[in-house]
């Protein structure tokens, strides 16, 4: 019952959002790195900072990791309105992570060495998982399964934390899809949607890899990672400043180039990723290795062929 009066909490709030958006021109216009054309809405991925600040309340043992989702959540919308300095977005992502840190003794764990990888990491995935929110329905879609994913290993495997702590965030992205997984879509996550979800499953992704002392669950963001990672090199390939905005990732020459369904490209990526869920849960006893080659591998092969497919018949068209 709790779950139903929070859902139409959920949607009577970002109701009320688009009302103020609309009001004071929180919108997104089109630029050079958009797979849109129209003027949308921004930041209705707000909804889960709603969901962030019921979770405190709900949870103040979380104190936390929820304060510094809620901390990073708050600036990724003042980014979305204001466009802050990078100094500024590093120092409250760097905040926010270590609040996660501090929750997950991080700092007694592991080595000087060791902390600052798990930065880079962190902080990587996160900025990564805010890049591939550029399509109708792909944050949504992407992070509904890895939350399903997590949910269904809290529950039947190795229980590591509440359930509400993820049901909070299913929820929250169901509402959120609803206006968003759309043809011409009501509004767009933002920063504030794709760095909130982001920080929150890493939080939930590394309560269980600690838990558990198995970094396969990792594997739960491979979708993401490879076609991340290999855009980063391809970039460094064209000799491109990665660092500034463009249309290499594998959905964007989909989307751009072949004009292919954002919603049909997201439920494609969203059902990948849930495919190497359901794999690395049931073989989550496997050397890590044995599941980076058996699940991992064969996506990196085909991304590779499709993308350099892609892009042959992309050169073709224009000459």
């Excluded at 043992?61 to 600036?75: N, Q």
């Excluded at 990792?218 to 660092?243: A, E």
């Excluded at 849960?281 to 591998?297: A, Q, T």
């Amino acid at each position: 019952m709790i779950y139903f009066l929070l859902t139409a909490l959920f949607f009577v709030l970002l109701l009320i959002y688009f009302k103020v958006a609309d009001h004071y021109n929180i919108i997104d216009h089109p630029n050079e790195r958009s797979s849109h054309t129209t003027v949308t809405i921004r930041g209705g991925g707000i909804v889960l900072l709603f969901a962030a600040i019921i979770a405190l309340i709900w949870h103040p043992g979380c104190y936390f990791p929820l304060c510094g989702i809620i901390a990073i959540g708050f600036v990724s919308f003042l980014d979305d309105i204001y466009t802050l300095s990078n100094r500024i977005r590093i120092l409250f992502h760097t905040a926010s992570v270590s609040l996660v840190f501090i929750f997950l003794n991080v700092f007694t764990l592991f080595s000087a060495w060791e902390i600052v990888l798990l930065y880079i990491l962190v902080i990587g995935i996160i900025n990564a998982y805010n890049f591939m929110d550029g399509i109708n329905g792909m944050t949504g879609c992407y992070s509904l399964v890895i939350l399903g994913g997590l949910q269904y290993v809290n529950l039947y495997q190795n229980h590591f934390i509440n359930s509400d702590l993820i049901w909070l965030p299913i929820v929250s992205c169901l509402v959120f899809l609803f206006f968003n997984f759309r043809k011409n879509a009501k509004c767009f996550a933002g920063d504030v949607g794709s760095i909130t979800i982001a920080l929150w499953t890493l939080w939930l992704l590394f309560t269980v890899v600690f838990l558990s002392h198995n970094w396969g669950y990792l594997l739960f963001l491979s979708v993401y990672g490879v076609d991340s990672i290999f855009t980063i090199i391809h970039r460094l390939m064209l000799k491109q400043n990665i660092f500034k905005a463009h249309r290499l990732h594998f959905y964007q020459l989909l989307a751009n180039e072949r004009k292919i369904s954002h919603l049909l490209i997201s439920l494609g990526y969203a059902l990948t990723q849930l495919l190497i869920i359901i794999f690395v849960s049931v073989y989550i006893r496997l050397p890590l290795i044995n599941l980076f080659l058996i699940s991992v591998l064969p996506l990196v092969l085909i991304y590779i062929v499709l993308k350099i497919k892609l892009q042959e018949s992309n050169e073709k068209s224009m000459r």
